[in-house]
Protein backbone atom coordinates (compact mmCIF):
# COMPACT_ATOMS: atom_id res chain seq x y z
CA UNK A 1 0.00 0.00 0.00
CA UNK A 2 2.14 2.70 -1.08
CA UNK A 3 1.53 6.50 -0.66
CA UNK A 4 2.82 7.93 -4.03
CA UNK A 5 2.93 11.72 -5.22
CA UNK A 6 2.35 12.74 -8.33
CA UNK A 7 3.25 16.00 -10.04
CA UNK A 8 0.60 18.33 -11.84
CA UNK A 9 0.44 21.86 -13.02
CA UNK A 10 -2.53 24.08 -12.13
CA UNK A 11 -5.40 24.72 -13.65
CA UNK A 12 -6.36 28.20 -13.73
CA UNK A 13 -10.27 27.42 -13.57
CA UNK A 14 -11.01 26.32 -10.00
CA UNK A 15 -12.20 28.94 -8.60
CA UNK A 16 -15.44 27.94 -5.91
CA UNK A 17 -18.66 29.75 -6.91
CA UNK A 18 -21.80 30.63 -4.59
CA UNK A 19 -21.45 26.51 -3.40
CA UNK A 20 -18.29 25.14 -4.21
CA UNK A 21 -16.51 24.14 -7.44
CA UNK A 22 -19.21 22.74 -10.28
CA UNK A 23 -18.15 22.28 -14.44
CA UNK A 24 -19.09 20.06 -16.92
CA UNK A 25 -18.25 15.97 -16.40
CA UNK A 26 -15.61 16.46 -19.56
CA UNK A 27 -14.05 19.14 -17.23
CA UNK A 28 -13.38 16.99 -14.28
CA UNK A 29 -12.57 14.06 -16.42
CA UNK A 30 -9.54 15.79 -17.56
CA UNK A 31 -6.40 14.40 -15.72
CA UNK A 32 -5.28 15.42 -12.63
CA UNK A 33 -8.06 17.81 -12.51
CA UNK A 34 -10.43 16.45 -9.52
CA UNK A 35 -7.15 15.63 -7.67
CA UNK A 36 -6.15 18.97 -8.05
CA UNK A 37 -8.78 20.50 -6.43
CA UNK A 38 -9.38 17.94 -3.37
CA UNK A 39 -5.14 18.26 -2.56
CA UNK A 40 -6.04 22.12 -2.93
CA UNK A 41 -8.47 21.91 -0.58
CA UNK A 42 -6.21 19.92 1.47
CA UNK A 43 -3.63 22.19 1.23
CA UNK A 44 -5.84 25.10 2.80
CA UNK A 45 -6.40 23.20 5.99
CA UNK A 46 -4.12 22.67 8.74
CA UNK A 47 -4.23 20.11 11.78
CA UNK A 48 -6.55 17.70 10.51
CA UNK A 49 -3.83 14.65 10.80
CA UNK A 50 -5.52 11.61 12.52
CA UNK A 51 -9.01 13.19 12.37
CA UNK A 52 -12.23 12.66 10.91
CA UNK A 53 -13.53 13.22 7.22
CA UNK A 54 -17.01 13.15 5.72
CA UNK A 55 -17.41 12.49 2.10
CA UNK A 56 -20.67 11.66 0.33
CA UNK A 57 -22.64 13.13 -2.41
CA UNK A 58 -25.70 13.00 -4.21
CA UNK A 59 -25.05 10.05 -6.62
CA UNK A 60 -24.78 11.68 -9.81
CA UNK A 61 -22.66 10.18 -12.49
CA UNK A 62 -18.72 10.67 -11.51
CA UNK A 63 -19.99 10.42 -8.05
CA UNK A 64 -18.50 6.92 -6.82
CA UNK A 65 -15.42 7.71 -8.89
CA UNK A 66 -14.50 10.83 -7.22
CA UNK A 67 -15.36 9.07 -3.68
CA UNK A 68 -12.50 6.62 -4.28
CA UNK A 69 -10.23 9.27 -5.30
CA UNK A 70 -11.06 11.40 -2.54
CA UNK A 71 -10.99 8.49 -0.19
CA UNK A 72 -7.18 7.50 -1.16
CA UNK A 73 -6.07 10.80 -1.44
CA UNK A 74 -7.30 11.73 2.05
CA UNK A 75 -5.71 8.53 3.35
CA UNK A 76 -2.21 9.67 1.72
CA UNK A 77 -2.91 13.27 3.51
CA UNK A 78 -3.17 11.30 6.81
CA UNK A 79 -6.55 11.72 8.20
CA UNK A 80 -7.56 9.13 10.42
CA UNK A 81 -11.02 8.21 9.53
CA UNK A 82 -13.28 9.30 7.07
CA UNK A 83 -17.07 8.25 6.97
CA UNK A 84 -18.91 7.61 3.79
CA UNK A 85 -22.67 7.22 2.85
CA UNK A 86 -23.50 3.66 2.09
CA UNK A 87 -23.10 3.43 -1.83
CA UNK A 88 -21.58 7.13 -1.69
CA UNK A 89 -24.60 8.93 -0.86
CA UNK A 90 -25.40 11.43 1.26
CA UNK A 91 -28.05 14.60 1.00
CA UNK A 92 -26.57 18.02 1.95
CA UNK A 93 -28.48 18.04 4.92
CA UNK A 94 -27.55 15.14 5.34
CA UNK A 95 -23.81 15.60 5.17
CA UNK A 96 -23.96 18.64 7.11
CA UNK A 97 -25.87 16.35 9.76
CA UNK A 98 -23.16 13.76 10.07
CA UNK A 99 -20.21 16.23 10.35
CA UNK A 100 -21.84 17.66 13.27
CA UNK A 101 -22.98 14.59 15.00
CA UNK A 102 -19.58 12.83 14.59
CA UNK A 103 -17.83 15.73 15.49
CA UNK A 104 -15.71 15.32 12.35
CA UNK A 105 -13.09 17.59 11.23
CA UNK A 106 -14.99 18.96 8.18
CA UNK A 107 -16.62 16.95 4.87
CA UNK A 108 -16.37 16.87 0.83
CA UNK A 109 -20.13 16.90 -0.28
CA UNK A 110 -20.10 15.93 -4.42
CA UNK A 111 -22.86 18.11 -6.20
CA UNK A 112 -23.82 20.20 -8.26
CA UNK A 113 -27.54 20.37 -6.45
CA UNK A 114 -30.05 20.50 -9.35
CA UNK A 115 -27.67 21.05 -12.43
CA UNK A 116 -28.52 18.32 -15.14
CA UNK A 117 -26.50 15.16 -14.14
CA UNK A 118 -24.78 12.00 -16.79
CA UNK A 119 -21.63 11.96 -18.88
CA UNK A 120 -22.80 15.42 -20.46
CA UNK A 121 -24.18 16.83 -17.35
CA UNK A 122 -22.83 18.41 -14.49
CA UNK A 123 -20.61 17.50 -11.49
CA UNK A 124 -19.40 19.71 -8.25
CA UNK A 125 -17.31 19.56 -5.28
CA UNK A 126 -17.57 21.37 -2.13
CA UNK A 127 -15.82 21.36 0.72
CA UNK A 128 -17.96 21.76 4.60
CA UNK A 129 -16.34 22.88 8.16
CA UNK A 130 -16.22 21.06 11.49
CA UNK A 131 -19.60 23.30 12.01
CA UNK A 132 -21.52 21.40 9.38
CA UNK A 133 -21.44 24.36 6.77
CA UNK A 134 -20.47 25.09 3.48
CA UNK A 135 -16.91 26.72 3.98
CA UNK A 136 -16.84 30.38 4.40
CA UNK A 137 -15.09 32.84 2.21
CA UNK A 138 -11.82 33.31 3.75
CA UNK A 139 -11.28 28.94 2.85
CA UNK A 140 -12.74 28.83 -0.22
CA UNK A 141 -10.08 32.13 -1.26
CA UNK A 142 -7.38 30.35 0.49
CA UNK A 143 -8.62 26.69 -1.73
CA UNK A 144 -8.20 29.00 -5.00
CA UNK A 145 -5.13 30.32 -4.11
CA UNK A 146 -3.96 26.82 -3.32
CA UNK A 147 -4.87 25.68 -6.92
CA UNK A 148 -2.86 28.35 -8.78
CA UNK A 149 0.53 27.26 -7.27
CA UNK A 150 -0.18 23.40 -7.02
CA UNK A 151 2.96 21.18 -7.82
CA UNK A 152 1.65 17.41 -6.69
CA UNK A 153 -0.64 15.60 -4.91
CA UNK A 154 -0.71 12.89 -2.59
CA UNK A 155 -2.78 9.49 -2.86
CA UNK A 156 -2.10 5.68 -2.30
CA UNK A 157 -1.70 2.81 -4.98
CA UNK A 158 -4.94 1.09 -4.27
CA UNK A 159 -7.50 -1.23 -5.49
CA UNK A 160 -11.13 0.60 -5.05
CA UNK A 161 -12.87 -0.24 -1.59
CA UNK A 162 -16.30 -1.67 -1.30
CA UNK A 163 -19.04 1.37 -0.71
CA UNK A 164 -22.04 -0.77 -0.54
CA UNK A 165 -21.55 -2.51 2.45
CA UNK A 166 -22.23 -0.86 6.25
CA UNK A 167 -18.99 -1.25 8.12
CA UNK A 168 -15.46 -0.78 8.51
CA UNK A 169 -12.52 -1.16 6.55
CA UNK A 170 -8.90 0.08 5.99
CA UNK A 171 -7.02 2.20 3.31
CA UNK A 172 -3.54 2.99 4.14
CA UNK A 173 -3.67 3.66 7.66
CA UNK A 174 -6.88 5.61 7.40
CA UNK A 175 -10.08 3.89 8.74
CA UNK A 176 -12.71 4.18 6.35
CA UNK A 177 -16.29 3.43 8.01
CA UNK A 178 -19.45 3.13 5.63
CA UNK A 179 -22.43 4.28 7.22
CA UNK A 180 -26.48 4.15 6.71
CA UNK A 181 -27.04 7.00 5.03
CA UNK A 182 -30.54 7.89 6.11
CA UNK A 183 -30.72 6.69 9.63
CA UNK A 184 -28.48 9.49 11.58
CA UNK A 185 -30.65 12.11 10.00
CA UNK A 186 -34.09 10.08 10.19
CA UNK A 187 -33.24 10.33 13.91
CA UNK A 188 -33.18 14.04 13.85
CA UNK A 189 -35.82 14.88 11.76
CA UNK A 190 -37.86 12.49 14.58
CA UNK A 191 -36.86 14.99 17.48
CA UNK A 192 -37.47 18.17 15.76
CA UNK A 193 -41.08 17.59 14.52
CA UNK A 194 -43.95 15.64 16.29
CA UNK A 195 -44.07 12.46 13.69
CA UNK A 196 -47.29 10.89 15.64
CA UNK A 197 -48.85 14.02 14.75
CA UNK A 198 -48.04 13.88 11.34
CA UNK A 199 -48.96 10.33 11.29
CA UNK A 200 -52.07 10.21 12.50
CA UNK A 201 -52.98 13.13 9.82
CA UNK A 202 -51.69 10.81 7.05
CA UNK A 203 -53.32 7.52 8.15
CA UNK A 204 -56.69 10.00 8.67
CA UNK A 205 -58.40 9.21 5.61
CA UNK A 206 -58.84 12.93 5.17
CA UNK A 207 -55.89 14.00 3.65
CA UNK A 208 -53.92 13.05 0.64
CA UNK A 209 -50.28 14.01 -0.58
CA UNK A 210 -47.41 13.45 -3.18
CA UNK A 211 -43.50 13.91 -2.80
CA UNK A 212 -41.09 13.82 -5.68
CA UNK A 213 -37.91 13.09 -5.76
CA UNK A 214 -36.89 13.79 -9.16
CA UNK A 215 -34.95 10.56 -9.37
CA UNK A 216 -32.36 11.89 -7.37
CA UNK A 217 -30.73 11.89 -3.45
CA UNK A 218 -33.92 12.31 -1.55
CA UNK A 219 -35.66 9.19 -2.66
CA UNK A 220 -33.79 6.79 -0.04
CA UNK A 221 -34.79 9.86 2.63
CA UNK A 222 -38.54 10.04 1.53
CA UNK A 223 -38.73 6.10 1.61
CA UNK A 224 -37.39 5.81 5.47
CA UNK A 225 -39.24 9.06 7.19
CA UNK A 226 -42.54 9.30 4.98
CA UNK A 227 -43.08 5.77 4.30
CA UNK A 228 -42.09 3.57 6.85
CA UNK A 229 -41.60 6.19 9.86
CA UNK A 230 -44.90 8.40 8.37
CA UNK A 231 -47.03 5.35 7.08
CA UNK A 232 -47.85 7.45 3.48
CA UNK A 233 -48.72 4.65 0.90
CA UNK A 234 -45.94 3.93 -2.28
CA UNK A 235 -48.24 5.65 -4.42
CA UNK A 236 -47.56 8.40 -3.03
CA UNK A 237 -43.92 8.75 -3.51
CA UNK A 238 -42.70 9.68 -7.13
CA UNK A 239 -39.17 8.95 -8.45
CA UNK A 240 -38.10 7.81 -5.72
CA UNK A 241 -35.31 5.94 -7.31
CA UNK A 242 -32.47 7.72 -7.33
CA UNK A 243 -30.66 7.51 -10.73
CA UNK A 244 -27.25 8.47 -12.02
CA UNK A 245 -28.12 10.68 -14.89
CA UNK A 246 -31.75 11.74 -12.80
CA UNK A 247 -33.81 10.08 -15.46
CA UNK A 248 -32.69 12.81 -17.99
CA UNK A 249 -34.41 15.30 -15.89
CA UNK A 250 -33.31 18.45 -14.11
CA UNK A 251 -33.81 17.56 -10.68
CA UNK A 252 -35.05 20.99 -9.39
CA UNK A 253 -37.95 21.59 -7.21
CA UNK A 254 -39.91 24.69 -9.25
CA UNK A 255 -42.90 25.39 -11.11
CA UNK A 256 -40.87 24.70 -14.43
CA UNK A 257 -38.89 21.43 -13.77
CA UNK A 258 -40.82 19.62 -11.38
CA UNK A 259 -43.48 20.15 -14.18
CA UNK A 260 -45.07 16.34 -12.98
CA UNK A 261 -45.72 17.45 -10.05
CA UNK A 262 -47.34 20.76 -10.33
CA UNK A 263 -49.71 19.22 -13.04
CA UNK A 264 -51.02 16.71 -10.26
CA UNK A 265 -51.47 19.59 -7.84
CA UNK A 266 -53.67 21.96 -9.74
CA UNK A 267 -56.74 20.17 -10.73
CA UNK A 268 -60.15 20.42 -8.84
CA UNK A 269 -59.36 16.87 -7.27
CA UNK A 270 -55.57 17.27 -6.40
CA UNK A 271 -53.88 16.17 -2.82
CA UNK A 272 -53.81 18.09 -0.21
CA UNK A 273 -50.50 18.68 0.05
CA UNK A 274 -47.14 18.35 -2.29
CA UNK A 275 -43.69 18.25 -2.43
CA UNK A 276 -40.37 17.86 -4.29
CA UNK A 277 -37.00 18.44 -3.35
CA UNK A 278 -33.63 18.42 -5.47
CA UNK A 279 -30.62 16.38 -6.84
CA UNK A 280 -28.38 16.56 -3.58
CA UNK A 281 -32.04 17.35 -1.28
CA UNK A 282 -30.88 20.82 -0.19
CA UNK A 283 -34.04 22.36 -2.06
CA UNK A 284 -37.65 22.51 -1.20
CA UNK A 285 -40.48 23.44 -3.34
CA UNK A 286 -44.28 23.36 -1.10
CA UNK A 287 -47.61 23.31 -2.99
CA UNK A 288 -51.44 22.64 -1.80
CA UNK A 289 -54.27 21.82 -4.30
CA UNK A 290 -54.11 24.72 -6.93
CA UNK A 291 -51.85 26.17 -4.67
CA UNK A 292 -48.29 27.48 -5.23
CA UNK A 293 -46.28 29.11 -1.82
CA UNK A 294 -43.31 30.94 -2.89
CA UNK A 295 -40.17 30.21 -0.80
CA UNK A 296 -40.23 33.30 0.58
CA UNK A 297 -43.97 32.92 2.07
CA UNK A 298 -42.75 29.78 3.47
CA UNK A 299 -39.60 30.87 5.43
CA UNK A 300 -42.34 33.76 6.65
CA UNK A 301 -45.02 30.82 7.41
CA UNK A 302 -42.64 28.21 9.48
CA UNK A 303 -41.39 31.58 11.50
CA UNK A 304 -45.15 32.39 12.21
CA UNK A 305 -45.82 28.93 13.33
CA UNK A 306 -42.85 27.48 14.47
CA UNK A 307 -43.69 27.28 17.92
CA UNK A 308 -46.59 24.77 16.66
CA UNK A 309 -43.99 22.28 16.09
CA UNK A 310 -42.12 20.07 18.93
CA UNK A 311 -38.38 21.23 17.37
CA UNK A 312 -38.93 25.02 17.69
CA UNK A 313 -41.91 25.49 20.63
CA UNK A 314 -39.52 27.89 22.35
CA UNK A 315 -39.76 29.78 20.14
CA UNK A 316 -36.90 30.95 17.40
CA UNK A 317 -34.27 33.55 18.02
CA UNK A 318 -33.91 35.66 14.58
CA UNK A 319 -34.34 35.31 11.30
CA UNK A 320 -31.57 35.55 8.13
CA UNK A 321 -32.70 35.62 4.23
CA UNK A 322 -30.94 36.35 1.48
CA UNK A 323 -30.44 39.74 0.13
CA UNK A 324 -32.83 39.06 -2.80
CA UNK A 325 -35.39 37.22 -1.08
CA UNK A 326 -38.76 38.93 -0.51
CA UNK A 327 -39.64 41.00 3.10
CA UNK A 328 -41.94 38.74 4.01
CA UNK A 329 -40.10 37.10 7.03
CA UNK A 330 -38.98 40.52 7.72
CA UNK A 331 -43.11 41.41 9.36
CA UNK A 332 -42.71 38.15 10.86
CA UNK A 333 -39.79 39.13 12.79
CA UNK A 334 -40.71 42.32 13.60
CA UNK A 335 -43.95 41.07 15.17
CA UNK A 336 -42.20 38.71 16.92
CA UNK A 337 -39.55 41.20 18.15
CA UNK A 338 -36.96 38.92 16.62
CA UNK A 339 -33.46 40.17 14.87
CA UNK A 340 -34.09 39.67 10.81
CA UNK A 341 -30.48 39.71 8.94
CA UNK A 342 -30.36 40.79 5.36
CA UNK A 343 -27.29 38.63 4.46
CA UNK A 344 -25.50 38.05 0.36
CA UNK A 345 -26.66 34.82 -1.61
CA UNK A 346 -25.64 31.49 -1.05
CA UNK A 347 -25.75 29.84 2.38
CA UNK A 348 -22.42 30.28 3.95
CA UNK A 349 -23.25 33.67 4.91
CA UNK A 350 -25.75 31.91 7.42
CA UNK A 351 -22.96 29.93 9.26
CA UNK A 352 -21.52 32.46 11.55
CA UNK A 353 -25.31 33.96 12.80
CA UNK A 354 -26.57 30.20 13.41
CA UNK A 355 -23.32 29.53 14.87
CA UNK A 356 -23.82 32.22 17.18
CA UNK A 357 -27.06 32.00 17.96
CA UNK A 358 -28.35 34.93 16.57
CA UNK A 359 -30.24 33.65 14.38
CA UNK A 360 -33.03 29.70 13.81
CA UNK A 361 -34.76 30.28 10.83
CA UNK A 362 -33.01 30.88 7.50
CA UNK A 363 -34.09 30.83 4.19
CA UNK A 364 -33.37 31.80 0.27
CA UNK A 365 -35.89 32.96 -2.83
CA UNK A 366 -34.42 29.67 -4.48
CA UNK A 367 -36.18 27.27 -2.72
CA UNK A 368 -33.90 27.16 0.22
CA UNK A 369 -35.00 26.86 3.86
CA UNK A 370 -33.33 25.75 6.59
CA UNK A 371 -32.91 26.08 10.21
CA UNK A 372 -29.94 25.72 13.26
CA UNK A 373 -30.57 22.14 13.30
CA UNK A 374 -28.03 21.78 9.93
CA UNK A 375 -25.41 23.84 8.49
CA UNK A 376 -27.07 23.64 5.27
CA UNK A 377 -30.88 24.35 3.89
CA UNK A 378 -32.91 21.38 3.98
CA UNK A 379 -35.46 20.08 1.68
CA UNK A 380 -37.14 17.43 3.63
CA UNK A 381 -37.25 19.22 6.81
CA UNK A 382 -38.80 21.87 4.83
CA UNK A 383 -41.70 19.36 3.80
CA UNK A 384 -41.62 17.73 7.48
CA UNK A 385 -42.14 21.21 8.85
CA UNK A 386 -45.24 21.85 6.67
CA UNK A 387 -46.55 18.27 7.20
CA UNK A 388 -46.70 19.31 11.16
CA UNK A 389 -48.39 22.64 10.59
CA UNK A 390 -50.73 21.25 8.22
CA UNK A 391 -51.43 18.64 11.33
CA UNK A 392 -51.81 20.46 13.73
CA UNK A 393 -53.68 23.64 12.24
CA UNK A 394 -55.83 20.69 10.18
CA UNK A 395 -56.02 23.74 7.26
CA UNK A 396 -55.38 23.41 4.06
CA UNK A 397 -52.12 24.86 2.61
CA UNK A 398 -53.94 27.55 0.76
CA UNK A 399 -56.39 28.85 3.33
CA UNK A 400 -53.01 28.66 5.40
CA UNK A 401 -51.10 31.08 3.20
CA UNK A 402 -54.69 33.30 2.85
CA UNK A 403 -54.33 34.15 6.45
CA UNK A 404 -50.96 34.86 6.48
CA UNK A 405 -51.58 37.53 4.25
CA UNK A 406 -54.60 38.76 5.76
CA UNK A 407 -52.00 39.46 8.84
CA UNK A 408 -49.08 40.45 7.32
CA UNK A 409 -49.80 41.92 3.66
CA UNK A 410 -48.59 40.31 0.86
CA UNK A 411 -45.11 40.46 -0.79
CA UNK A 412 -45.65 39.25 -3.97
CA UNK A 413 -42.68 37.77 -5.42
CA UNK A 414 -40.93 36.43 -8.70
CA UNK A 415 -37.01 35.91 -9.98
CA UNK A 416 -36.65 35.79 -13.88
CA UNK A 417 -33.40 33.90 -14.78
CA UNK A 418 -31.89 34.80 -18.39
CA UNK A 419 -29.48 30.99 -18.61
CA UNK A 420 -26.55 30.42 -20.54
CA UNK A 421 -26.39 33.88 -22.04
CA UNK A 422 -23.87 35.52 -23.37
CA UNK A 423 -21.08 36.18 -20.49
CA UNK A 424 -19.72 40.03 -22.46
CA UNK A 425 -23.33 40.95 -22.49
CA UNK A 426 -24.62 40.00 -19.09
CA UNK A 427 -21.59 41.91 -17.97
CA UNK A 428 -21.94 45.23 -19.81
CA UNK A 429 -25.69 45.08 -18.30
CA UNK A 430 -24.35 45.11 -14.75
CA UNK A 431 -21.59 47.62 -15.72
CA UNK A 432 -24.18 49.68 -17.00
CA UNK A 433 -26.23 49.53 -14.04
CA UNK A 434 -24.01 49.48 -11.69
CA UNK A 435 -22.87 52.93 -13.31
CA UNK A 436 -25.72 54.38 -13.08
CA UNK A 437 -25.66 53.32 -9.41
CA UNK A 438 -26.67 56.55 -6.97
CA UNK A 439 -27.74 58.53 -10.26
CA UNK A 440 -31.10 57.09 -10.08
CA UNK A 441 -31.64 58.13 -6.96
CA UNK A 442 -34.87 60.59 -6.98
CA UNK A 443 -35.72 59.44 -10.60
CA UNK A 444 -39.89 58.20 -11.30
CA UNK A 445 -40.34 55.28 -13.05
CA UNK A 446 -44.28 54.23 -13.40
CA UNK A 447 -45.35 56.08 -10.65
CA UNK A 448 -42.51 55.35 -8.17
CA UNK A 449 -39.67 57.10 -7.05
CA UNK A 450 -36.13 55.30 -6.54
CA UNK A 451 -34.91 55.82 -3.09
CA UNK A 452 -31.62 53.79 -3.38
CA UNK A 453 -29.93 52.09 -5.97
CA UNK A 454 -26.41 50.58 -4.90
CA UNK A 455 -24.32 47.54 -5.45
CA UNK A 456 -24.96 45.29 -1.95
CA UNK A 457 -22.32 44.94 0.21
CA UNK A 458 -21.95 42.82 3.66
CA UNK A 459 -19.99 43.07 7.09
CA UNK A 460 -20.71 40.12 8.72
CA UNK A 461 -22.18 40.71 12.19
CA UNK A 462 -20.38 38.15 14.03
CA UNK A 463 -16.50 38.34 12.50
CA UNK A 464 -16.48 41.68 10.76
CA UNK A 465 -15.96 40.14 7.06
CA UNK A 466 -16.90 42.31 4.21
CA UNK A 467 -18.38 40.90 1.12
CA UNK A 468 -18.85 43.33 -1.60
CA UNK A 469 -20.58 43.40 -5.34
CA UNK A 470 -23.41 41.20 -3.79
CA UNK A 471 -26.58 42.27 -6.26
CA UNK A 472 -27.24 45.49 -7.86
CA UNK A 473 -30.26 46.74 -5.91
CA UNK A 474 -32.42 49.48 -7.27
CA UNK A 475 -35.15 50.26 -4.13
CA UNK A 476 -37.98 52.15 -4.27
CA UNK A 477 -39.75 54.55 -1.94
CA UNK A 478 -42.81 52.55 -1.31
CA UNK A 479 -40.22 49.33 -0.67
CA UNK A 480 -40.82 47.49 -4.18
CA UNK A 481 -37.39 46.44 -5.20
CA UNK A 482 -35.16 45.47 -8.19
CA UNK A 483 -32.34 42.97 -7.65
CA UNK A 484 -30.23 42.09 -10.45
CA UNK A 485 -27.29 39.48 -9.96
CA UNK A 486 -25.89 37.12 -11.95
CA UNK A 487 -25.30 33.65 -10.76
CA UNK A 488 -21.83 31.83 -9.16
CA UNK A 489 -23.56 28.26 -9.67
CA UNK A 490 -23.87 28.63 -13.51
CA UNK A 491 -21.74 26.50 -15.72
CA UNK A 492 -22.51 28.20 -19.11
CA UNK A 493 -21.74 31.33 -20.27
CA UNK A 494 -23.75 33.43 -17.50
CA UNK A 495 -26.79 33.62 -16.06
CA UNK A 496 -28.88 36.27 -15.24
CA UNK A 497 -31.38 36.77 -11.89
CA UNK A 498 -33.56 39.91 -11.74
CA UNK A 499 -35.80 39.66 -8.77
CA UNK A 500 -38.86 41.75 -8.28
CA UNK A 501 -40.99 42.36 -5.17
CA UNK A 502 -43.61 44.76 -4.33
CA UNK A 503 -45.93 44.63 -1.18
CA UNK A 504 -49.72 44.57 -0.82
CA UNK A 505 -51.64 45.36 2.17
CA UNK A 506 -55.25 46.19 0.26
CA UNK A 507 -57.26 43.18 1.39
CA UNK A 508 -59.16 42.84 -2.04
CA UNK A 509 -55.72 42.91 -3.95
CA UNK A 510 -53.75 39.53 -1.71
CA UNK A 511 -54.66 37.29 -4.84
CA UNK A 512 -53.38 38.86 -7.80
CA UNK A 513 -51.50 36.93 -10.24
CA UNK A 514 -47.77 37.42 -9.73
CA UNK A 515 -46.76 38.75 -12.56
CA UNK A 516 -49.59 40.93 -13.40
CA UNK A 517 -48.88 42.22 -9.93
CA UNK A 518 -45.52 42.75 -11.24
CA UNK A 519 -46.03 43.90 -14.49
CA UNK A 520 -44.79 47.73 -13.67
CA UNK A 521 -41.85 46.70 -12.17
CA UNK A 522 -40.61 44.43 -15.22
CA UNK A 523 -41.20 47.25 -17.57
CA UNK A 524 -38.91 49.52 -15.27
CA UNK A 525 -36.39 47.32 -15.01
CA UNK A 526 -36.40 46.55 -18.82
CA UNK A 527 -36.18 50.19 -19.28
CA UNK A 528 -32.82 50.75 -16.76
CA UNK A 529 -31.11 47.34 -17.98
CA UNK A 530 -32.07 47.06 -21.28
CA UNK A 531 -32.40 43.55 -20.46
CA UNK A 532 -33.65 42.19 -24.72
CA UNK A 533 -30.59 44.23 -25.68
CA UNK A 534 -27.61 42.72 -23.44
CA UNK A 535 -29.04 39.27 -23.50
CA UNK A 536 -30.51 39.18 -27.07
CA UNK A 537 -33.45 37.08 -25.65
CA UNK A 538 -36.93 38.23 -25.46
CA UNK A 539 -38.29 36.50 -22.86
CA UNK A 540 -36.35 34.87 -19.66
CA UNK A 541 -35.64 31.11 -19.51
CA UNK A 542 -37.73 30.64 -16.14
CA UNK A 543 -39.48 32.53 -14.34
CA UNK A 544 -40.73 31.24 -10.53
C1 LIG B 1 -28.18 29.67 -6.56
C2 LIG B 1 -29.23 30.36 -5.73
C3 LIG B 1 -28.73 30.58 -4.33
C4 LIG B 1 -28.31 29.24 -3.72
C5 LIG B 1 -27.31 28.54 -4.65
C6 LIG B 1 -26.98 27.14 -4.16
O1 LIG B 1 -27.02 30.47 -6.62
O2 LIG B 1 -29.62 31.58 -6.31
O3 LIG B 1 -29.73 31.19 -3.55
O4 LIG B 1 -27.73 29.42 -2.46
O5 LIG B 1 -27.86 28.44 -5.95
O6 LIG B 1 -28.11 26.32 -4.11
P1 LIG B 1 -26.67 31.42 -7.86
O7 LIG B 1 -26.69 30.54 -9.08
O8 LIG B 1 -27.77 32.44 -7.91
O9 LIG B 1 -25.34 32.02 -7.53
ZN1 LIG C 1 -29.23 21.64 -3.97
Redesign the pocket.
Known sequence: MNRIEISTRPFDDQQP???GLRKKVQVFQQPHYLENFVQSIFNALQDYRGKVLVVGGDGRYYNRHAIQVILRMAAANGFGKALVGQGGLLSTPAASHVIRKHAAFGGIILSA??NPAGEDGDFGIKYNVDNGGPAPERITAAIHAETLRISRYLTLETPDIDLDHVGGQPLGEMQVEVIDAVSDYAELMQTLFDFDRIHALINSGLFSMRFDAMHAITGPYAVEILENRLGVTPDTLLNCAPREDFGGGHPDPNLVYARDLVDIMFTSHSPDFGAASDGDG??NMILGRNCFVTPSDSLAILAANAHLTPGYRQGIAGIAR?MPTSQAADRVAEKLGIELFETP???KFFGNLLDAGRVTLCG???F?TGSAHVRE?DGLWAVLFWLNLLAVRRESVADILGSHWQTYGRNYYSRHDYEAVDADGAGQLMARVRELGTSLKGKRYAGREIALSDDFAYVDPIDGSISEHQGLRIIFTDGSRIVL?L????TQGA?L?IYFERYEAERERLHLDAQQALTDLIGVAEEIAKIRHYTGRDAPTVIT
Do not use: A, P
Open positions: GTSSHDRSTGWEESGKRSGTGTR
